[in-house]
C-alpha cells in the first residue's frame, strides 16, 4: 500500500466523523472517541505495510509527482507510529474527561457542543504524519500550521473558563509570532537558494557567492521552529498554556505537537549538517533547554507546569529511537 493512503485515510476518517456527529441526535459524544480510537488503530496496523516508491519502482504510483513533495522511510514510518499512537492515547483520555469538558462548553452538564474535541485530534494527528514525510519547504508549512490551528481550538475549548480562554490567546498570539518568524526564515532561504525543496538546497549551496542571506533565513526558521518545540528562550509560553488547556490537549501538546515540531528540524536541519544522526543534530537543542525547564517551574502549582519539565526531559531520547 502506498505511504501516502495513511494520511489520506486518517483525514477521510476525520471528516466521516465530523459529519456524522452533526447529523446524530445521540446525547453522549462517547462514540465518537471510540469511533476514532478503532479507526487510528486500523491506520496504525496499516502503517506497517505502508512502502515508498523505493520499494516497488515500477508501479504506476511511485512515479507520480507528488513524491516531489512526499518521502516515506524509517524516520517518517516512526514518527507516522508515534503520531498515531499518541492521538489514540489523547482520545482515550478526552473520552475520560467528557464530563468535566461538558462543564465549560456552552450547554453546561451536556455533551450538546463537545462532539468537535473528539474529531480535532484526528486532524492534528494527519498534519503530523504529513510533517513526519515533509520533502518541500511549503508542504511542511501547511502541514505544520494544520496541527498548529487545531491546537489553537483545542486549547481554548473550555469557552466557560477563563484559564482556558487566556491560555487560547497567549498561544494565538505566540504562535502566531512564531509562524512569522518561520514563513519569513522560508522566504529568505528560497529567495537564496530558488527551491524549497529540501533535497535540492544542498547542491544550490556550492553554488553561492555568500552564503550570509542564507545563514539568516535558517536562523529565522530555526526560531519559528524554537517556539513550535519550546525550545529554550522560547519556551516562556508552555506553562500558561499547559495550565489553562483541558487535560488531553495538555497532553498531546506536550508530546505530540512537540514530536510534530522535532521531526519538522531534523528534516531541515540534515540539509544543512554534515552530522548524519538526528539524535545528534537535536541535542544542543534539547541539552539547552532541559536544565531551564526543569527548574523554571519546580514550585508544586500545577501538575501540568510541571509536566512541561518533564516530559521535555522524555523527548530527548526519543529522537535516538527515530535515528
Known amino acids: 500500500m502506498p ?10 476518517l476525520g471528516i466521516v466523523l465530523l459529519m456524522a456527529e452533526t447529523f ?33 519502482p515500477d508501479a ?3 512515479k507520480w509527482p507528488l513524491w516531489n513533495f512526499y518521502q516515506f522511510d524509517n524516520i517518517s514510518r516512526f514518527y507516522k507510529i508515534f503520531a498515531l ?37 484526528i486532524f492534528a494527528c494527519a498534519g503530523m504524519m504529513w510533517l513526519a514525510s515533509a520533502r518541500d519547504l511549503a508542504g511542511a508549512f501547511v502541514a505544520l500550521e494544520l496541527v498548529t490551528v487545531t491546537f489553537y481550538i483545542l486549547v481554548a475549548y473550555m469557552r466557560r473558563n477563563v484559564g482556558s480562554l487566556e491560555a487560547g490567546v497567549k498561544y494565538l498570539i505566540l504562535g502566531a509570532l512564531s509562524t512569522g518568524f518561520l514563513v519569513y526564515g522560508i522566504a529568505w ?15 544550490k549551496i556550492s553554488q553561492l557567492q555568500s552564503t550570509t ?16 518545540i519550546g525550545a529554550v528562550p522560547m519556551q516562556v509560553w508552555i506553562p500558561d498554556v499547559y ?45 539547552s533547554s532541559l536544565a531551564p ?4 517551574e519546580i514550585s508544586p502549582r500545577s501538575h501540568k507546569r510541571i509536566s512541561n519539565a518533564s516530559l521535555l526531559t522524555l523527548r530527548s531520547p526519543m529522537l535516538d529511537l527515530s535515528s
Open 3 to 12: 505511504a501516502y493512503y495513511l494520511e489520506a485515510l486518517t483525514v477521510a
Open 24 to 56: 446524530s441526535s445521540c446525547k453522549s459524544k462517547s462514540w465518537l472517541g471510540l469511533s476514532a480510537v478503532v479507526g487510528l488503530i486500523v491506520i496504525l496496523g496499516l502503517s506497517f505495510i505502508a512502502i515508498g516508491p523505493e520499494s516497488k
Open 60 to 62: 504506476p504510483w511511485a
Open 85 to 121: 499512537v499518541c492521538t489514540i492515547f489523547v482520545l482515550l483520555l478526552a473520552i475520560d474527561y467528557r464530563k468535566i469538558l461538558s462543564r465549560f462548553t456552552e450547554t453546561p452538564d451536556s455533551e450538546a457542543g463537545t462532539g468537535e474535541f473528539y474529531t480535532l485530534p
Open 189 to 203: 532561504v528560497y529567495g537564496t537558494t530558488g527551491t524549497m525543496n529540501l533535497d535540492l538546497i544542498p547542491s
Open 213 to 228: 542571506p542564507l545563514l539568516f533565513g535558517v536562523a529565522l526558521v530555526m526560531v519559528g521552529l524554537a517556539f513550535k
Open 243 to 287: 495550565q489553562g488547556a483541558p487535560t488531553p490537549t495538555t497532553a498531546f501538546l506536550s508530546v505530540g505537537s512537540k514530536a510534530a515540531g522535532f521531526i519538522l528540524t531534523i528534516r531541515f536541519l540534515e540539509h544543512f549538517s554534515l552530522v548524519k544522526s538526528p539524535a545528534a543534530r537535536s541535542s544542543p537543542c534539547c541539552s
Open 293 to 296: 525547564h526543569s527548574f523554571s
